[in-house]
């Protein structure tokens, strides 16, 4: 259920979508994200291989910001991200996940 996107930011630092609590909620028309395929009522899971799963959201626009000019995100549709949480537990999911940043 979960998908991997690699974007381009722009001159401006940007790759085409909003999120808040994680979950995207807009995109920029003809952006490099709405033209590598991001939904909204999505959430993120993951930015450039590190967790965001319970981050706040200032911390993932650092984690993108942080980047460099390419950003791969892994998205899950809103709608099983919130079963799954619901099943766990949403303290459990921002308490054990492992929000380390990968050795690449």
Avoid: W
């Amino acid at each position: 259920f979960e998908r991997t996107i690699t974007m381009q930011k722009d001159s401006g630092g940007y790759i085409g979508f909003v999120f808040k609590d994680g979950k995207i909620k807009s995109l920029v028309k003809d952006s490099s994200a709405a033209r590598n395929g991001v939904l909204t009522d999505h959430q993120l899971i993951e930015v450039n291989g590190q967790n965001v799963v319970g981050v706040k959201d200032s911390q993932i626009s650092e984690i993108i910001d942080a980047g460099g000019r390419t950003v791969t995100i892994t998205v899950m549709p809103n709608v099983i991200y919130d079963h799954i949480v619901k099943c766990m537990g949403n303290s459990i999911v921002k308490k054990l996940m492992d929000h380390s940043i990968p050795d690449l």
